[in-house]
């Protein structure tokens, strides 16, 4: 059965058309009176754009991800704007715009410091008769290599991803253009794909991280038609260009729902293809409590405002991968340095096939990873120099992380908190009488030493510390 169902999956290859021709689109025009949204909820750029564009004798509009965040009450990142006319026919009316993408051409309008971006309504369906088809093309999964097609409105709404992000908003009549329901799935809280649920994911397996993310973000339920086959269609991600699984994780990790998303992507199987490294970080209780907490961590900091370092993260969700690579180089007679330097070329080598982390991004992964033995050495000019490092700041946020996940022992992270706060004089009476740090520091083996999720942290000695 269950094989059946995975041979229908992965060997359907239905044209684009064939699900939407059956999608029944009904227009509502929602008024005013009941959505509520005022044009000046609207930026004054986005505003500008679309109100040009109508006076041009367009027409335009607020679309996606913007107007679903204002009925939900949130303050949308970025503004959209849709329109029917085409690239060259905006860039001709905005003094300050230009024209970006090769495949799909958009317009990027700026005012101040905003930047709105356009797009010509696109269709998605392969019209045989115009030879469209030639022009959408996709792969052997069904994904699309191209979506290259200017279409009505109609069919911009129907090419977009969710319902709930296929509304148009008109600010000069302050009216809600709605073909696909989606201003009912926003009341009722559901996340609904547009069309038959396993095509459009094999279009854009993205589709399906959006989908955990965006109802992470939103606090929505997916709904069960759409949750159905993510499961079975999780290892098309596999078939995405890195760079584009790269800038989703990231968006992910930065949404401030970044825990909320991880639980789900791994409930829903969706991690393998995405970050293969979390099966095996999640599945040990050390490495699971190490990733909560860093997340936590990182949610509360992002709605607060505060920044977070991509480096960092990436460091923390890799962590666990150097530990147990670098367990076994020891084991197998490596020195520990030399081991830990080599453990973190390795997983750093895995990671940038897999998910193109940025090499912008690997000096500061480096260099947290490889400050953190630094932190045992608590006697003599060491523990003195080490505060003064450029990345201080991190590696010492990264290792009391290391603490409250139970890897190191508490009292590490509270000596340091201590050293710290403290004036020189202060420093000099908290300094250990440590012999050569070095050679006291054991080898160990990761399995025995790692204690379950009910142990507490204090309880932990994994690094030889306690
Ligand atoms: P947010 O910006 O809050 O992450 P968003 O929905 O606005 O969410 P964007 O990436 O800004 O996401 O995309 C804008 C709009 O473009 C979406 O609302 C959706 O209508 C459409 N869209 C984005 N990605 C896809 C996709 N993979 N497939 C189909 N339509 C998409
Ligand atoms: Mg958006």
Not at 150 to 163: C, L, M, N, Y
Not at 280 to 307: H, M, S
């Amino acid at each position: 059965m269950i094989r059946k169902f995975l041979r229908k999956v992965f060997s359907r290859k239905a044209p684009a058309s064939e699900s939407n021709a059956k999608l029944k689109l009904n227009l509502s025009i929602i008024p005013f009176k009941h959505h509520g949204i005022r044009r000046n909820q609207i930026t004054p750029c986005a505003l500008k754009t679309a109100t040009t564009l109508q006076q041009a004798g367009f027409s335009a509009y607020i679309v996606g991800g913007a107007v679903r965040d204002l009925l939900l009450g949130l303050t949308p990142k970025d503004f959209d704007v849709a329109t029917n006319a085409t690239p060259e026919q905006v860039y001709k009316l905005f003094r300050r715009s230009r024209i970006i993408g090769r495949r799909f051409r958009l317009v990027h309008v700026m005012c101040g410091a905003e930047t709105v971006e356009v797009s010509t309504f696109r269709g998605n369906s392969p019209d045989e008769e115009n030879n469209h088809a030639s022009i959408q093309q996709t792969d052997q999964h069904g994904r699309l290599l191209h979506d290259n097609v200017f279409g009505s409105q109609e069919e911009d709404a129907v090419r977009r991803d969710f319902t709930v992000n296929a509304l148009f908003y008109d600010p000069a009549k302050e009216e809600i253009l709605d073909y696909l329901n989606g201003y009912e799935d926003i009341k009722a809280k559901k996340m609904r794909i547009i069309g038959d649920p396993i095509q459009r994911f094999r279009e854009d397996p993205v589709r399906m991280l959006r989908a955990v993310r965006l109802a992470s973000k939103l606090d929505m339920q997916i709904e069960a038609e759409t949750a159905k086959p993510i499961g079975d269609l999780a290892p098309l991600l596999q078939n995405v260009p890195p760079s584009r699984l790269f800038d989703e994780m990231l968006k992910l990790l930065l949404s401030g729902y970044a825990l909320a998303c991880v639980v789900e992507l791994r409930a829903r199987g969706l991690h393998h293809g995405l970050l293969p490294m979390l099966d095996v970080i999640l599945e040990q209780p050390l490495g699971e409590r190490f990733i909560t907490i860093a997340l936590k961590n990182t949610d509360a900091r992002i709605r607060q405002d505060k920044t977070v370092s991509p480096g960092f993260l990436f460091a923390i969700l890799l962590w666990h991968e150097v530990l147990s690579t670098w367990g076994s180089l020891q084991t197998a007679g490596e020195k520990p340095l030399p081991a830990l330097f080599k453990a973190m070329d390795q997983i750093l080598a895995i990671q940038h096939k897999k998910l193109a982390i940025p090499r912008r991004f690997d000096a500061i992964i480096q260099e947290i990873w490889a400050m953190q033995p630094r932190f045992e050495a608590r006697s003599g000019r060491k523990p003195f120099r080490l505060i003064t490092h450029p990345r201080f700041r991190a590696a010492y946020d990264f290792m009391l992380l290391r603490c409250e996940s139970g890897e190191l022992n508490m009292e590490l992270g509270e000596w340091w908190k201590s050293f710290l706060s403290a004036d020189n004089e202060e420093r000099e009476k908290l300094l250990l009488n440590q012999t050569s740090p070095k050679k006291r520091k054991r080898k160990r083996s990761r399995k025995k030493s790692s204690p379950s999720l009910a142990d507490s942290p204090e309880d932990s000695t994994q690094n030889g510390e306690g």
